[in-house]
Antibody, heavy 121, light 108 residues
Framework: EVQLVESGGGLVQPGRSLRLSCAVS????????MHWVRQGPGKGLEWVSG????????GYGESVKGRFTISRDKAKNSLYLQMNSLRVDDTALYFC??????????????WGQGTLVTVSS | EIVMTQSPATLSVSPGERATLSCRAS??????LAWYQQKRGQAPRLLIY???TRDTGIPARFRGSGSGTEFTLTISSLQSEDFAVYYC??????????FGGGTKVEIK
């Protein structure tokens, strides 16, 4: 069974850092692009960042560019999101998602259940 | 950046009726368009990809259509479990991979 399990969320003060993790299982991690998507309280979905199967192409949403860094660790079957200089408007539920198709940019399937990040003083 | 616009924001429908949701792209995305369903407290679930192909296990009452810049998700004969928020997403060009703002389908 394919599983994605996020962790690392919590309450953090503005300006501080946090690192999210997404542990995956049930598929060959190296074969798929991976993404982070967030959802603010009562809001819609916002793509945050993604990287291709080999990390050769990495992208970020404008609102997080220069502050967030995505990475993947093949040995640990894990995806990460390093979040620096956090702002109140980064408060959201952060989902990890896998590309549906190996090797190419494709829709997201499946998704994890999310980890909540709250930025507040 | 390709901007995705969904309408209406909220759709009130009675059980058993049809719901028609729209999604417009600011430039052509070909058929690289997906639809997701999100129920309260849950992660989004992929319904449709390639603008019109249902994902595994998705009931036939969900139908996607369109290409280029105009897309439609039609849910025929709404069931109680279909009341949720629906998002479209383009995966034609990235970064970024953009979502529409969502359409909430509520019980009339």
């Amino acid at each position: 069974e394919v599983q994605l399990v996020e962790s690392g969320g919590g309450l953090v003060q503005p300006g501080r850092s946090l690192r999210l993790s997404c542990a995956v299982s049930g598929f060959t991690f190296d074969d798929y692009a991976m993404h982070w998507v967030r959802q603010g309280p009562g809001k819609g979905l916002e793509w945050v960042s993604g990287l291709t199967w080999n990390g050769g192409t990495i992208g970020y949403g404008e609102s997080v560019k220069g502050r967030f860094t995505i990475s993947r660790d093949k040995a640990k079957n894990s995806l990460y999101l390093q979040m620096n200089s956090l702002r109140v408007d980064d408060t959201a539920l952060y989902f990890c998602a896998r590309a549906m198709v190996r090797g190419v940019i494709s829709p997201f399937d499946p998704w994890g259940q999310g980890t909540l990040v709250t930025v507040s003083s | 950046e390709i901007v995705m616009t969904q309408s209406p924001a909220t759709l009130s429908v009675s059980p058993g009726e049809r719901a028609t949701l729209s999604c417009r792209a600011s430039q052509s995305v070909g058929n690289n368009l997906a639809w997701y369903q999100q129920k309260r407290g849950q992660a989004p679930r992929l319904l449709i990809y390639g603008a019109s192909t249902r994902d595994t296990g998705i009931p036939a009452r969900f139908r996607g259509s369109g290409s280029g810049t105009e897309f439609t998700l039609t849910i025929s004969s709404l069931q109680s479990e279909d009341f949720a928020v629906y998002y479209c997403q383009q995966y034609y060009n990235w970064p970024p991979l953009t979502f529409g703002g969502g359409t909430k389908v509520e019980i009339k």
